[in-house]
């Protein structure tokens, strides 16, 4: 009898017939492309630079990142893409870095070299602001150092010097700050943060994974862009994705330091067993060039003329945003951006206009918003990321908030979601199986498109329930039962 293996045909399928099946698979997925979904993609609108970065990325395909003296090419394509973001944030093509496959790669090796550059602290510690990235803590969990998370100011929603400096103690490898935080689209006072610093000996990252390539070119668009790269004495590493702003292909992204010492920390190496001597710029050993060929042709296919306009154009989009924003009742922008990153709150005493079914309502008509939960006193939100081509679709998004907030409201206030609170404390998350968890999800009002009840739960349990809850809903999602 012969074995069928799920998902494994017997025998090969053709070409054609598998891309049939991919595109119906996608069918359900948000747009990559044209700025409805103001998160997790972004569009260049150039039909012509994304077929360059595809054929670049095919073109590397099949060659191994993990030996660049057997792909002596990688070396030549890194080095370009590395000095290219270098020069334009206060280095040039003698600043070291790193080319890895994102921003999450970025800090955990930063964090990384930061611990290893004080091997004598037994228990290191990360201060960070309470709005830097999950990625921190991500890098806390992985590399078992401590993550103070530092209060942000309530109104501005920046870091405060000074709470981070009082944050720091013998145990602290490392200072961190954002540009901007990718919450509130604000850059933290990387100035003062960084100075702070260095007068204790420490070093300060700067993540700039979301508005490293985009803040410079809004500078040079008329924005009042704080200063916030290497050029800021004190800073000594700095993230910036490139699969963001940069428009390229994932997973793209450059971590640079001041000094090669730092970067030497952060390299893995191993010749301690019988095989090949290996030795890791990043945290992955093999790894397609694929995205690195495709940043590299991005770069070349837009050039500086190409991201100017880009960054013309989301700088106008942000700002036309903003001001139709003011004029719809109940809603406002937290803060003030500094990128084009918007957070969108309700009044509070508008208790009428619930964000959770917002997002739905919107995500209904065309646009996804990304519900952001409340956390450490700061509000809950709705995220929007503008691009290049959000220009051409800004007015279409305001109508659509206007619409939706009429339909919102006109359903008045939603109960919180008290008796699904009393149920899930019944139980022990750790001790439920798969498909005992899936049958809960239909009480919290889980579907595809509408997430209103899952993040209304979400918000009002306290956060560590709160990830106990995400990884259950994640171990579901890839099982059989949902």
């Not at 070396?75 to 080319?99: H, K, N, S, W, Y």
């Not at 929007?384 to 051409?392: A, D, F, I, N, P």
């Not at 907030?405 to 006109?410: D, F, I």
């Amino acid at each position: 009898m012969t074995t069928v293996h799920p998902g494994l045909p017997q025998t090969g399928r053709p070409a054609e017939e598998l891309l049939a099946e991919l595109h119906a698979l996608t069918a359900g997925d948000l747009p990559t492309r044209g700025g409805r979904t103001t998160a997790y993609t972004y569009d260049a609108g150039r039909p012509e630079v994304r077929e360059a970065a595809e054929r670049a990325y095919l073109a590397m395909l099949e060659v191994n990142g993990l030996d660049p003296t057997a792909f002596p090419s990688i070396v030549a394509l890194e080095r370009q893409v590395v000095g290219a973001v270098a020069a334009r944030l206060g280095g040039d093509d003698t600043t070291p870095g790193i080319f890895t496959s994102g921003g999450t790669e970025s800090i955990l090796l930063a964090v990384k070299a930061a611990r290893d550059s004080r091997p004598g602290i037994a228990e290191p510690e990360i201060v960070v602001p309470a709005t830097a990235h999950a990625a921190f803590f991500k890098a806390g969990r992985y590399l078992k150092v401590k993550v103070v998370a530092v209060p942000v100011d309530p109104a501005t929603f920046r870091a405060v010097p000074a709470a981070m400096a009082d944050a720091c103690t013998a145990n602290t490898v490392l200072v961190v700050a954002s540009a901007p935080s990718y919450a509130h689209g604000v850059v933290d006072p990387v100035h003062e943060i960084a100075a702070d610093a260095a007068e204790r000996g420490l070093p300060c990252h700067v993540d700039a994974c979301v508005g490293g390539w985009l803040l410079p070119w809004l500078a040079e668009a008329g924005a009042p862009v704080p200063e916030f790269d290497l050029s800021v004495p004190g800073v000594t590493s700095l993230s910036c994705d490139l699969h963001k702003f940069g428009y390229t292909p994932k997973g793209a992204s450059v971590l640079l330091f001041r000094d090669r010492p730092m970067r030497l920390a952060a390299y893995f190496a191993c010749a301690q067993w019988p095989g090949y001597p290996v030795v890791n710029s990043t945290v992955q050993s093999s790894k397609g060039a694929g995205p690195l060929a495709a940043a590299w042709a991005t770069l070349q296919a837009l050039g500086a003329d190409g991201y100017r306009e880009l960054g013309r154009a989301a700088l106008a989009a942000t700002r036309r945003l903003i001001a139709g924003i003011d004029a719809i009742d109940g809603l406002r922008v937290l803060g003030s951006p500094d990128a084009t990153l918007v957070a969108l709150g309700a009044d509070p005493d508008d208790a009428a206009l619930d964000l959770w079914e917002l997002a739905d309502e919107a995500r209904a008509r065309g646009f996804f918003l990304q519900p952001q939960l409340s956390v450490a006193g700061l509000p809950a939100s709705l995220h929007l990321t503008l691009t290049g081509v959000s220009e051409q679709g800004v007015d279409e998004l305001l109508s659509t908030l206007r619409e939706a907030v009429a339909v919102v409201r006109g359903r008045g206030p939603v109960a919180p979601p008290s008796e699904l609170l009393e149920l899930l404390g019944q139980f022990d998350l750790a001790e439920l199986d798969d498909a005992t968890f899936a049958e809960l999800l239909p009480a919290a009002g889980f579907a595809p498109s509408r997430m209103a009840g899952v993040n209304r739960l979400l918000d009002a349990l306290p956060p560590e329930l709160r990830d106990q809850l995400a990884t259950r809903f994640l171990s579901v999602l890839y099982s059989p039962y949902l």
